[in-house]
């Protein structure tokens, strides 16, 4: 077979096989620039990712948030919108969780010392229940705002991060701050609202909350294409004019699709909250609202894909970590730079596809 | 420069279109279209949508090349490439939409086209055509016919001496036209040529010194303007423009009787919009279908969406629409559609109609999506099923699809929609444009297909620009002009439709304007 035809056709069939493929080389092409042997930077990452159970149990703990994030950006995308405030939506979402588990702990201190399964998994909802509202009622605002009063849900949503974050520092320091430590962080909740952690993974804290993920992702394509519900938000971010001459209500679907992700963002921040030391620490996020995007992008919008998405950017994100001890010249920022690559190159494949026949 | 009046009369124009002919995938747009031009005229060019008007201009005017024939200027033969190539000839075209930016002053438009010099130029032009306008003023701060006027002035600035004009009078208000046709005169004694391109036939004949009427893609006549008296009349030119070829033939469905009871009912619907106003009453009954004719952009889009509710109740918006006596005026789009059956065939069958980067189980499902089927999960395999069935049943092709909806060909698309929304067994259709760019085979599948849910109990509103469609499918023919219906004409069991009255009405005129037309 020709090799060019082959390079062809692997293209357009698995246009993000590529996607990542180039977006690796060209990371580590700029890491060889930088002065290493990209080959030996590529086994560290690798090593540093997957190398022990407890580097595949942070990878997975990395890999949570992401899928939650990607999930929101997915719904808001496949409904034609932009949700760029999942980062404020996950933050949000973190501390309302956090701050029911510390007054319920502090009112019913006999549930919040229940570390039974029953005890932890009502703690679980409760606190999901907690973070998906707030997130959701996020959400909804700046699904309202735009479906209602036309504002561009990208301004609103960036906006709402900036008040998610401030307001969160605030309740953090002023309202909830730790008694025994002067670090920017709550006391640590109950233990029954702490999460359910897996074991085998040498301590790496893998909680319930990434099986949780993986269902949400099954749930969320099942939604999209088995129901009617799925199908009208879908419709509309196809081709809003077409599902407005069906019938259907954008400007309703619109404010649904930023309220579900903002309810899918909520969750986000769960699993590093509850799972760890139990505490909300401003900043623990790192950027995985952000990085939602481009778990999303990678992964078309398609929510089983997107477990694989988050899988292969905590990896990278886990495999980066090491990097600023192992090498000389490059520092876990590459991680960045293949991430931000990968993106571009899967983006690219939009334009592929409307051109390929 | 050089002062306008020297400039303008020593530089007579002449130009000559020969033989032109110019197709878009194998359709024939123009063929053979030959007419001139020259210093001190008024050319009118009417003719119905689609007639070829625009591909014409837009070959002359260096937008689209032509396949065969020559332009001619001053007798020489030239070829346009390149709008800016049409300038340089002296050949300026003022469009339909202004391309004017709002936050820069009338001289800054005039500076950008034509140099930072033009401004005492500007002036004597404006003197000598009786312009009124502030050059200092903002676009934003300007009227439209101030705006209108601007562009002539750019173009006028360029040195054009042939000027076209694409439909000037329809943005303005009924006061501003007046003034404007004195303005056309004025720029024709200055020694310009104006090629006005329009549908309001009282106009053309009041200011054009020769009229040229096209239609599919043909001259169909060229008639003398106002003054002559051999000159046209409105009506020679709506029976020009429509052609008296009307076939009548009822085609392979029989209709039956029609009903009498009430499909849609609709009492005094109001719009105040300003420029889309809507004053409509009208009755479609079940086996019927009523025609709605009138020149594009006369209400005809509005009144169909009011209907479906797709715009939003404007201010002061009175009068009830009813659907199978169901009262709909408090609904939103979603509840009259769940309460309802409504086929709908969209202006834009494209943008309107169809989920284009779905398959057609997905389009299938696009016309079923109420809130009541809220919870169901969706049966694919029913779909594609059923998709297939409606290949087989209204001849799509390719009959064994399962690609995109936006890789079928637009009349396949079409009968994909027609299928779609009759085999729901609506009880009120509105069709609009349904045989739009579709071909002739294809277009009498759908006549078929829209005859036969009539017969079987439906009411079908449809809206054509194509008069012999409107004659070939309706019962009764209503004529709209500026939101308004402005007359109703019944099928005559053996002569079909009163054809020329119909073109009369649409373009505003009547038979008895028609026989002392024009002063």
Same mark, same amino acid.
């Given at each position: 077979?020709?090799?060019?035809?082959?390079?062809?056709?692997?293209?357009?069939?698995?246009?993000?096989?590529?996607?990542?493929?180039?977006?690796?080389?060209?990371?580590?092409?700029?890491?060889?620039?930088?002065?290493?042997?990209?080959?030996?930077?590529?086994?560290?990452?690798?090593?540093?990712?997957?190398?022990?159970?407890?580097?595949?149990?942070?990878?997975?703990?990395?890999?949570?948030?992401?899928?939650?994030?990607?999930?929101?950006?997915?719904?808001?995308?496949?409904?034609?919108?932009?949700?760029?405030?999942?980062?404020?939506?996950?933050?949000?979402?973190?501390?309302?969780?956090?701050? &029911?588990?510390?007054? *319920?702990? /502090?009112? @019913?201190?006999? =549930?919040?010392? #229940?570390?039974?399964?029953? %005890?932890?998994?009502?703690?679980?909802?409760?606190?999901?229940?907690?973070?998906?509202?707030?997130?959701?009622?996020?959400?909804?605002?700046?699904?309202?705002?735009?479906?209602?009063?036309?504002?561009?849900?990208?301004?609103?949503?960036?906006?709402?991060?900036?008040?998610?974050?401030?307001?969160?520092?605030?309740?953090?320091?002023?309202?909830?701050?730790?008694?025994?430590?002067?670090?920017?962080?709550?006391?640590?909740?109950?233990?029954?609202?702490?999460?359910?952690?897996?074991?085998?993974?040498?301590?790496?804290?893998?909680?319930?909350?990434? &099986?949780?993920?993986? *269902?949400? /992702?099954? @749930?969320?394509? =099942?939604?999209? #294409?088995?129901?009617?519900? %799925?199908?009208?938000?879908?419709?509309?971010?196809?081709?809003?004019?077409?599902?407005?001459?069906?019938?259907?209500?954008?400007?309703?679907?619109?404010?649904?699709?930023?309220?579900?992700?903002?309810?899918?963002?909520?969750?986000?921040?769960?699993?590093?909250?509850?799972?760890?030391?139990?505490?909300?620490?401003?900043?623990?996020?790192?950027?995985?609202?952000?990085?939602?995007?481009?778990?999303?992008?990678?992964?078309?919008?398609?929510?089983?894909?997107?477990?694989?998405?988050?899988?292969?950017?905590?990896?990278?994100?886990?495999?980066?970590?090491?990097?600023?001890?192992?090498?000389?010249?490059?520092?876990?920022?590459?991680?960045?730079?293949?991430?931000?690559?990968?993106?571009?190159?899967?983006?690219?494949?939009?334009?592929?596809?409307?051109?390929?026949? | 420069?050089?002062?306008?009046?020297?400039?303008?009369?020593?530089?007579?124009?002449?130009?000559?279109?020969?033989?032109?002919?110019?197709?878009?995938?194998?359709?024939?747009?123009?063929?053979?279209?030959?007419?001139?031009?020259?210093?001190?005229?008024?050319?009118?060019?009417?003719?119905?949508?689609?007639?070829?008007?625009?591909?014409?201009?837009?070959?002359?005017?260096?937008?689209?090349?032509?396949?065969?024939?020559?332009?001619?200027?001053?007798?020489?033969?030239?070829?346009?490439?390149?709008?800016?190539?049409?300038?340089?000839?002296?050949?300026?075209?003022?469009?339909?939409?202004?391309?004017?930016?709002?936050?820069?002053?009338?001289?800054?438009?005039?500076?950008?086209?034509?140099?930072?010099?033009?401004?005492?130029?500007?002036?004597?032009?404006?003197?000598?055509?009786?312009?009124?306008?502030?050059?200092?003023?903002?676009?934003?701060?300007?009227?439209?016919?101030?705006?209108?006027?601007?562009?002539?002035?750019?173009?006028?600035?360029?040195?054009?001496?042939?000027?076209?004009?694409?439909?000037?009078?329809?943005?303005?208000?009924?006061?501003?036209?007046?003034?404007?046709?004195?303005?056309?005169?004025?720029?024709?004694?200055?020694?310009?040529?104006?090629?006005?391109?329009?549908?309001?036939?009282?106009?053309?004949?009041?200011?054009?010194?020769?009229?040229?009427?096209?239609?599919?893609?043909?001259?169909?006549?060229?008639?003398?303007?106002?003054?002559?008296?051999?000159?046209?009349?409105?009506?020679?030119?709506?029976?020009?423009?429509?052609?008296?070829?009307?076939?009548?033939?009822?085609?392979?469905?029989?209709?039956?009787?029609?009903?009498?009871?009430?499909?849609?009912?609709?009492?005094?619907?109001?719009?105040?919009?300003?420029?889309?106003?809507?004053?409509?009453?009208?009755?479609?009954?079940?086996?019927?279908?009523?025609?709605?004719?009138?020149?594009?952009?006369?209400?005809?889009?509005?009144?169909?969406?009011?209907?479906?509710?797709?715009?939003?109740?404007?201010?002061?918006?009175?009068?009830?629409?009813?659907?199978?006596?169901?009262?709909?005026?408090?609904?939103?789009?979603?509840?009259?559609?769940?309460?309802?059956?409504?086929?709908?065939?969209?202006?834009?069958?494209?943008?309107?109609?169809?989920?284009?980067?779905?398959?057609?189980?997905?389009?299938?499902?696009?016309?079923?999506?109420?809130?009541?089927?809220?919870?169901?999960?969706?049966?694919?395999?029913?779909?594609?099923?059923?998709?297939?069935?409606?290949?087989?049943?209204?001849?799509?092709?390719?009959?064994?699809?399962?690609?995109?909806?936006?890789?079928?060909?637009?009349?396949?698309?079409?009968?994909?929609?027609?299928?779609?929304?009759?085999?729901?067994?609506?009880?009120?259709?509105?069709?609009?444009?349904?045989?739009?760019?579709?071909?002739?085979?294809?277009?009498?599948?759908?006549?078929?297909?829209?005859?036969?849910?009539?017969?079987?109990?439906?009411?079908?509103?449809?809206?054509?620009?194509?008069?012999?469609?409107?004659?070939?499918?309706?019962?009764?023919?209503?004529?709209?002009?500026?939101?308004?219906?402005?007359?109703?004409?019944?099928?005559?069991?053996?002569?079909?439709?009163?054809?020329?009255?119909?073109?009369?009405?649409?373009?505003?005129?009547?038979?008895?304007?028609?026989?002392?037309?024009?002063?």
């Amino acid at each position: 077979m020709n090799p060019l035809h082959f390079g062809k056709s692997i293209f357009f069939r698995w246009p993000w096989l590529t996607a990542i493929m180039m977006g690796l080389t060209t990371g580590l092409c700029a890491a060889a620039v930088a002065g290493e042997n990209p080959f030996h930077v590529l086994l560290i990452m690798i090593k540093a990712a997957v190398g022990s159970p407890y580097d595949v149990g942070m990878t997975l703990v990395y890999t949570t948030p992401l899928i939650f994030s990607g999930l929101s950006v997915a719904v808001a995308y496949r409904a034609g919108l932009f949700n760029i405030g999942a980062e404020g939506q996950l933050v949000v979402g973190g501390m309302a969780a956090t701050a &029911v588990a510390l007054r *319920l702990s /502090a009112l @019913l201190p006999d =549930f919040a010392a #229940d570390t039974s399964f029953s %005890g932890k998994a009502a703690g679980m909802i409760v606190c999901g229940l907690a973070a998906g509202l707030t997130g959701g009622f996020i959400g909804l605002m700046i699904g309202y705002l735009r479906a209602r009063r036309g504002s561009h849900e990208v301004v609103t949503s960036i906006m709402m991060n900036f008040l998610a974050m401030a307001f969160t520092s605030w309740l953090v320091l002023e309202k909830f701050h730790s008694t025994d430590t002067q670090n920017p962080e709550t006391s640590p909740v109950g233990n029954a609202f702490k999460a359910i952690n897996f074991r085998g993974f040498d301590g790496a804290p893998v909680t319930i909350w990434f &099986v949780i993920g993986i *269902l949400t /992702a099954g @749930l969320i394509a =099942f939604l999209f #294409d088995r129901t009617m519900f %799925g199908f009208r938000l879908r419709a509309c971010g196809e081709n809003p004019v077409a599902a407005t001459f069906a019938g259907i209500d954008t400007g309703r679907q619109m404010i649904i699709a930023m309220a579900l992700a903002g309810v899918l963002a909520g969750f986000s921040g769960l699993g590093d909250i509850l799972g760890g030391a139990g505490r909300f620490r401003i900043g623990f996020s790192s950027d995985y609202g952000f990085t939602g995007i481009a778990v999303a992008l990678l992964a078309g919008g398609r929510p089983l894909a997107i477990i694989a998405s988050a899988l292969l950017f905590g990896a990278l994100h886990k495999g980066a970590l090491d990097l600023d001890f192992e090498t000389d010249h490059v520092t876990r920022d590459l991680a960045m730079v293949i991430q931000g690559c990968v993106v571009l190159f899967a983006s690219a494949r939009w334009f592929n596809r409307i051109k390929s026949p | 420069m050089p002062p306008l009046k020297s400039k303008i009369r020593e530089n007579k124009i002449q130009i000559e279109l020969r033989d032109i002919c110019k197709s878009f995938g194998g359709n024939p747009a123009n063929v053979g279209i030959s007419f001139q031009v020259s210093s001190g005229e008024i050319l009118g060019l009417v003719g119905e949508n689609g007639a070829g008007k625009s591909t014409c201009m837009n070959m002359l005017f260096g937008h689209v090349e032509p396949d065969r024939g020559s332009i001619l200027v001053d007798g020489k033969e030239v070829r346009f490439r390149s709008p800016k190539e049409a300038i340089k000839a002296g050949i300026g075209m003022v469009h339909q939409h202004f391309l004017l930016a709002p936050a820069l002053t009338a001289l800054e438009h005039l500076e950008l086209v034509a140099g930072s010099d033009v401004h005492a130029y500007a002036i004597e032009a404006m003197h000598e055509l009786g312009f009124d306008l502030d050059l200092k003023r903002r676009v934003e701060q300007l009227s439209v016919g101030q705006q209108q006027q601007l562009e002539i002035l750019k173009v006028i600035c360029q040195g054009a001496r042939v000027i076209i004009l694409d439909e000037p009078t329809a943005v303005l208000t009924p006061v501003e036209v007046g003034p404007f046709l004195q303005r056309l005169r004025r720029l024709q004694e200055s020694g310009h040529a104006v090629i006005l391109i329009s549908h309001k036939l009282d106009e053309v004949l009041q200011v054009c010194s020769r009229i040229v009427v096209m239609r599919a893609g043909r001259v169909a006549g060229t008639f003398a303007g106002a003054g002559d008296v051999h000159g046209a009349s409105v009506d020679s030119l709506a029976s020009a423009m429509i052609g008296e070829a009307v076939s009548h033939d009822q085609g392979t469905v029989l209709r039956n009787e029609p009903g009498t009871s009430p499909v849609l009912d609709i009492v005094n619907l109001k719009r105040p919009d300003g420029a889309e106003s809507l004053n409509v009453s009208l009755v479609v009954n079940q086996r019927e279908i009523v025609g709605i004719a009138g020149v594009q952009g006369n209400g005809q889009e509005l009144l169909f969406k009011a209907i479906l509710r797709i715009v939003p109740r404007s201010r002061g918006e009175s009068g009830t629409i009813s659907v199978s006596g169901k009262e709909l005026s408090g609904m939103s789009a979603e509840k009259i559609r769940s309460a309802v059956r409504i086929g709908v065939l969209p202006f834009d069958r494209r943008s309107e109609g169809l989920l284009l980067d779905g398959d057609s189980a997905t389009n299938l499902l696009l016309s079923g999506v109420n809130p009541s089927s809220f919870r169901r999960i969706i049966p694919w395999n029913l779909l594609r099923l059923r998709a297939r069935e409606f290949f087989a049943k209204y001849g799509i092709l390719p009959a064994n699809w399962t690609g995109h909806a936006r890789l079928l060909s637009g009349g396949n698309q079409q009968k994909f929609l027609v299928a779609r929304e009759m085999e729901q067994e609506p009880a009120l259709i509105l069709a609009a444009h349904p045989t739009r760019g579709v071909d002739w085979r294809s277009s009498r599948q759908i006549h078929d297909a829209l005859l036969l849910a009539r017969n079987r109990g439906a009411g079908v509103l449809l809206i054509s620009s194509d008069i012999d469609e409107l004659c070939r499918l309706s019962d009764r023919i209503l004529v709209m002009l500026r939101g308004k219906i402005v007359s109703e004409f019944r099928r005559d069991i053996h002569r079909g439709f009163d054809v020329t009255g119909i073109g009369l009405a649409m373009v505003g005129g009547s038979k008895n304007a028609a026989s002392g037309v024009v002063s």
